[in-house]
């Protein structure tokens, strides 16, 4: 009888080693096997814990090594100079631009063509208020919502500021707002143009002509006895054919004379954007704006002759 006993309690061992082995086996294949399962959602949290740390843990010792292409090349001595120089002339241009508009005193600025009211704006925010300020469109209401869907909230920013925006108002026609006359130290129109469109470049050039002498001859009447005239335009062809210097001087019977030239700096006006006057267009608006920084000029006009022969366009 007790080796029948002993018999039957090595079999249940040996039964017994067989299910615990096979648990083994199972649980290396599925360390979840006979789990419930908030355990194993409770053990899959610990797991990721774990892995965060570990993760962390390496980033810390590992060295941080910027990948080679990111890096930039080094510059030589020379290339430091230039860059240092042309920063230098940048930021001569931007004070340069700026100081056109320092006005003393309580004198008003006329602002004539304004497209989408951008430089309006950024003319007050750069004085820090628009008093004194009058930022004037040629479209009315409706035309200029269709034309700049940001003209609105920019005019509101400049009358918040203090200063006033008008529309429909002429740039050739000035002298006929009876409080315009004899009101301006400044009047100033950026990149006048008709956009017209038109083809045949002798009759752009005289059509443009024919639009300045009467902007020239308008204005005078709206300066105050020191005003001056400020007009930007782009370099190169069509703007030199216009002749603008020689315009001036005629439509006003040598009253206005080319006071100095200055760069157009597209620095000096945070927020400024060049719009053309057809309106805005993604492609071609982002152009017009690239095509300034590459360079235009502000010729600066008023009643005295100063070395007028020196200053004459390039």
């Known amino acids: 009888m007790a080796h029948k006993h002993l018999k039957g309690v090595r079999s249940a061992m040996k039964s017994s080693l067989k299910r615990q082995f096979k648990q083994e086996k199972e649980k290396k294949r599925n360390p979840y096997a006979g789990l419930r399962k908030w355990q194993i959602k409770a053990l899959k949290a610990e797991q990721r814990q774990d892995d965060v740390a570990k993760a962390a843990k390496a980033a810390a010792v590992a060295p941080k090594v910027a990948p080679a292409k990111n890096l930039p090349a080094p510059q030589s001595q020379k290339e430091k100079k230039l860059a240092k120089k042309e920063a230098r002339l940048h930021l001569q241009q931007m004070r340069k631009h700026r100081a056109l508009y320092e006005v003393k005193g309580a004198h008003r600025v006329l602002l004539v063509g304004e497209g989408n009211f951008s430089f309006a704006r950024a003319l007050c925010e750069v004085r820090g208020s628009g008093e004194g300020i009058y930022a004037t469109g040629f479209d009315g209401e409706a035309t200029l919502k269709r034309k700049y869907p940001d003209a609105l909230e920019m005019r509101g920013k400049v009358e918040e500021m203090g200063g006033t925006t008008l529309l429909t108002v002429d740039a050739t026609k000035l002298h006929k707002v009876r409080e315009f006359r004899d009101a301006f130290r400044i009047i100033s129109w950026n990149f006048p143009h008709l956009g017209a469109g038109e083809k045949d470049v002798e009759k752009n050039n005289e059509q443009h002509r024919k639009l300045l002498s009467s902007f020239f001859a ?97």
């Not at 069509?238 to 002749?243: A, F, I, M």
């Not at 020689?246 to 040598?254: E, Y």
């Not at 927020?271 to 920084?293: I, M, N, P, V, W």
């Open 218 to 314: 308008s204005a005078l009447r709206c300066l105050d006895e020191q005003g001056l005239v400020h007009v930007a335009m782009k370099q190169g062809e069509p703007y030199k054919s216009w002749k603008i210097v020689q315009l001036a001087k005629a439509a006003t019977d040598g009253a206005l004379h080319l006071q100095g030239v200055v760069p157009f700096s597209l620095a000096a006006w945070p927020g400024y954007a060049h719009r053309r006057t057809r309106g805005f267009h993604e492609r071609f608006s982002k152009q017009d704006s690239e095509e300034l920084a590459k360079g235009a000029k502000v010729y600066i006009f008023g009643r005295d002759s100063n070395g007028e022969e020196e200053l004459e366009e390039d």
